[in-house]
């Protein structure tokens, strides 16, 4: 087991596949709090769009397998599935906290669509990657891989609940870089068509 952890390429596989899983369990444990509550959807939209990035999980996967593998490099498509997942998770960060405003579901929901979509490379090439490089030890190898993946994943869950019940900042001034350090009293947060409202510094 340490002579697995101290494998560089393989402990960065690991933890590719593990903020995978994160990802993954966020979305499922903060997606229906974020659609129908905060965006104000119905369960059957959630239900549609639930089923929508479902699917594409599943295409993109079935792409990969049948015809990425054994004609592009593992690496260079897991770069480009991290690549997208970065650039759609950066979009939902800046959309969350205001960046463009107040934004309705369809861009939300795109964004979500590109990220879990992204997974069907992200997440199969990653665990076939590390243990690839570990036939000597592929038992031990794929006990550490899910555990971890999974660890992290019961991190994130529970985090990403408390973080979507919160609900979307912004920055109170347009001039965001002289008051940055202000935080967080220089920010104000709003659930979609309602009035903002401070959020305080301290206490309740």
């Given at each position: ?33 974020v ?66 405003g ?9 964004a ?18 590390a ?70 510094s301290?206490?309740?």
């Open positions: 087991m340490r002579a697995l952890l101290t494998d560089l390429p393989f402990t960065g596989y690991m933890l590719t596949g593990g903020f995978a899983f994160a990802a993954l369990f966020a979305y499922i444990s903060a997606s229906p709090f659609i129908q509550e905060i965006y104000g959807a119905s369960p059957q939209t959630f239900s549609l769009l639930f089923g929508v990035n479902s699917v594409g999980l599943v295409v993109v996967g079935q792409i990969n397998g049948k015809l990425l593998v054994g004609r592009v490099s593992m690496d260079k498509v897991l770069a480009a599935g991290l690549a997208v997942v970065v650039l759609a998770s950066t979009a939902l960060l800046l959309m969350a906290t205001g960046a463009f107040e934004v309705g579901l369809i861009p939300v929901a795109t979500l669509f590109v990220l879990m979509s992204a997974m069907g490379v992200t997440m199969p090439n990653a665990q076939t990657l243990l690839m490089r570990t036939r000597h030890s592929a038992g031990s190898a794929s006990a550490l891989l899910g555990t971890s993946s999974f660890l992290i994943g019961a991190v994130a869950s529970p985090w990403s609940v408390s973080r979507a019940s919160t609900p979307p900042c912004r920055w109170r001034s347009s001039n965001w870089w002289p008051d940055w350090w202000r935080w967080p009293a220089s920010w104000e947060c709003a659930v979609p068509g309602t009035h903002v409202r401070p959020r305080r301290g206490g309740s």
